[in-house]
């Protein structure tokens, strides 16, 4: 559940700009505080490198379009970026072949099944259904440019990295580990060849993937990734243009119907915004127009989302009135004279 104890936050504004400065930082530390001694939840083992993740981190950066940061808790601590890279490779992929051809490929639906579900396929006629679950995500690397698999991973690399503001390495721990246990999606590829779903080799697709998920980034980065989609594509810290506003757009749309996966009804119903979260411990939740957060715990639910990371989005939804679906009525005025 992503509600948490939030019930009891005023509602400081439903539309327009951020609060003043000092009143985010105050209520990021807040949400900080609220949350760090949370002890529910469970750390991912099923890709060994992640199973050693120290469970007591907890950051939280938030990132205003104007480039304005506020900041709580291990920001600058490193983990693999995991399934938070579908959403920018998405976006990456939409910039350099449009939006009805990714649409029409790809698709934007959500499954109502878990990220790595073969039986979505098979319901599907071979269909991905989005790119955020890793059918979805295997057949959207496999449209990344480049005459060879070492150009397209250094494309895909060098784009996130863009979105981030800085060079991005691969956690070459977390890949092997990754590498040898990813029989799973390599069948997923496999079965999305049959149904003439995959553009390139399926084996090579997948380690390019895997590789896109082994990224190293911090909750900092994650904000400065996310404000860079609230901010119609350009990076509040290069000033960049890395996609267009329209590549934005679609890219929020799809995370607001698929980013947390099975749960992103109940997402968007208690919190209200685009977002996508790793197993690794990483969310990334956008206000276009405003800012982004991103959260790094690594204690996940049983939908693989951070639990501190989803009740302090919660939190902060409502507390810096970020929720897309929030409004406030228009001030009441006398009648005037007829």
């Not at 990456?92 to 072949?97: A, M, Q, R």
């Not at 959207?140 to 503001?165: C, D, K, Q």
């Not at 989005?313 to 009648?335: I, K, M, V, Y």
Request: with cysteine; proline share 7%.
């Amino acid at each position: 559940m992503f509600e948490a104890d939030v019930l009891d936050v005023t509602q400081e504004a439903r539309t327009g700009d951020l609060p003043p400065h000092l009143r985010v930082d105050e209520l990021l530390h807040e949400a900080y505080g609220r949350y760090r001694g949370l002890r529910t939840g469970t750390v991912a083992d099923y890709i060994p490198a992640l199973a050693g993740a120290d469970p007591d981190l907890f950051g939280l950066s938030l990132m205003a379009v104007d480039g304005e940061v506020h900041e709580a808790g291990a920001v600058a601590a490193p983990f693999s970026l995991q399934s938070i890279s579908k959403a920018f490779v998405f976006a990456l992929v939409c910039e350099e072949l449009g939006h009805e051809e990714v649409h029409e490929r790809i698709g934007v639906n959500n499954t109502g099944l878990p990220f790595n579900s073969v039986m979505a396929i098979e319901l599907n006629h071979g269909s991905p259904m989005n790119p955020m679950v890793n059918a979805g995500a295997i057949a959207t690397t496999a449209m990344v440019p480049g005459p060879s698999a070492a150009e397209r991973w250094e494309h895909v690399r060098h784009g996130l990295s863009r979105f981030a503001g800085r060079p991005l390495t691969l956690d070459g721990a977390v890949y092997r580990s990754e590498a040898l246990t990813n029989q799973r999606n390599r069948a997923l590829a496999r079965l999305l060849e049959s149904y003439g779903r995959l553009v390139e080799d399926p084996l090579e697709t997948v380690d390019i993937y895997t590789r896109q998920c082994s990224l190293s980034v911090t909750a900092r980065d994650l904000a400065v990734m996310g404000a860079t989609l609230a901010a119609g594509g350009v990076n509040p810290l290069t000033g960049e243009q890395v996609v267009s506003a329209e590549v934005s757009r679609d890219t929020l749309a799809v995370l607001a119907s698929c980013g947390v996966y099975e749960r992103s009804g109940e997402w968007m119903f208690e919190i209200g915004l685009p977002a996508k979260s790793g197993v690794s411990g990483g969310i990334v939740a956008v206000a276009p127009g405003k800012g982004a957060l991103g959260a790094f715990s690594p204690p996940l639910d049983d939908a693989g989302n951070s639990v501190r990371g989803g009740r302090a989005c919660a939190f902060l939804s409502r507390a810096l009135g970020l929720n897309l679906f929030a409004s406030s009525p228009p001030p009441s005025t006398a009648p005037g004279p007829r």
